[in-house]
């Protein structure tokens, strides 16, 4: 077999894949396993095969594309962010494709190594391995690898070791501004709902909670501390769980305000008054000023902070660099679920 009549199906033959895969592997799909793509390399290489020109004219950079990763696109929080980015990245004529993690650290390989691979101009990231309080030296190593290659823009996370630009709402501000709010109204037990351990916005909020409630010497309740997730579902386990305790508190935060959703309807699956309590969420989210009742909630200054991520955006586009990032005050939107305490 001479050179010059090799073709795919040949190399799909001597490797036992498809042609379609071998097609991949020349294209860099990153859908292909990294065990089949060394092997149909290595075919490859013992054939002495080269990529045509057309295979390397689908692997040029794309100046214009935006990587954007998020975890989950039906939640509020990262919806909102992701909408207006888009909004304003079709204005200015880039181009912005949107993959989500899952929170999977396998999954938000594969889509670092499309966006790598693609050479994209810049990959917007948010949640998963970035809001992990310890994660492993495999996501780091790997964060640091793609780094090397693509500017990466983390939204409300970090990495340790990872010397990427950082845009992230100021955290210890909003609970502060949640406790300060409650003590106001006359609330001196409160509780702290929803979240996961190991999750840093997580582990940063709970421990600011506890620093500020013993600046206004109030006690910290260890049965009124329930981790439980970010869902509305979870919300009304945590609930639940909290409603069994001997003694309860006169006000609950949420980690979210998918979490007080959650709660408001354990309360009304139970027929117990939502009145009884006052409920203050975090990251006030588009439907929690139509709720019943709305919700007080902090929220990240969404203009601002896309405001941010864009500027970023625009100084990688323009060859300025990446910028140095930012910490986005927050402002607490008090609504009709924080009450003063008449107990």
């Known amino acids: 077999m001479t050179k010059k009549n090799i073709t795919i199906y040949d190399i799909a033959k001597e490797a036992n894949v498809s042609p379609t895969t071998v097609s991949r592997v020349l294209t860099n799909n990153p859908l292909v396993k990294e065990s089949t793509r060394q092997k149909v390399l290595e075919k490859m290489k013992e054939l002495d095969f080269s990529p045509n020109e057309a295979a390397r004219r689908l692997t040029k950079p794309q100046a214009n594309l935006i990587g954007f990763i998020l975890p989950d696109i039906t939640n509020p929080f990262f919806s909102q962010i992701y909408l207006e ?75 340790t070791g990872v010397n990427s630009v950082n845009i992230r709402s100021n955290e210890e501000e909003g609970i502060r501004s949640i406790v300060e709010h409650l003590v106001t109204l006359g609330h001196t037990k409160m509780a702290l709902i929803g979240g996961m351990k190991g999750i840093s916005s997580s582990d940063h909020k709970l421990a600011i909670f506890k620093r500020v409630l013993k600046e206004y010497h109030l006690e910290f309740n260890e049965d009124w501390q329930i981790y439980s997730d970010f869902s509305v579902e979870s919300g009304r386990k945590a609930m639940k769980k909290l409603l069994e305790r001997n003694s309860l508190p006169s006000a609950i935060i949420g980690m979210n305000d998918l979490v007080i959703y959650g709660a408001y309807k354990e309360c009304r699956d139970q027929n117990i008054s939502i009145d009884t309590f006052s409920f203050v969420g975090f990251d006030d989210i588009y439907p929690s000023d139509i709720v019943y009742p709305s919700l007080t909630s902090v929220n990240h200054n969404y203009d601002v902070l896309v405001n941010e991520v864009m500027r970023t955006i625009d100084r990688i586009m323009n060859g300025k660099g990446k910028g140095k990032g930012k910490i986005i005050n927050t402002q607490l939107i008090i609504r009709e679920s924080s009450k003063e305490n008449n107990v």
């Open 85 to 159: 980015v888009e909004k304003r990245a079709f204005e200015k004529g880039y181009t912005l494709l949107l993959r989500n993690s899952m929170s999977n650290s396998e999954v938000e390989s594969t889509h670092l190594r499309e966006f790598t691979e693609r050479r994209a101009a810049c990959i917007v990231f948010m949640g998963g391995r970035i809001n992990k309080t310890n994660p492993s030296d495999d996501e780091i190593n790997e964060m640091q690898d793609v780094l090397s290659k693509v500017p990466i823009i983390m939204v409300n996370g970090k990495m």
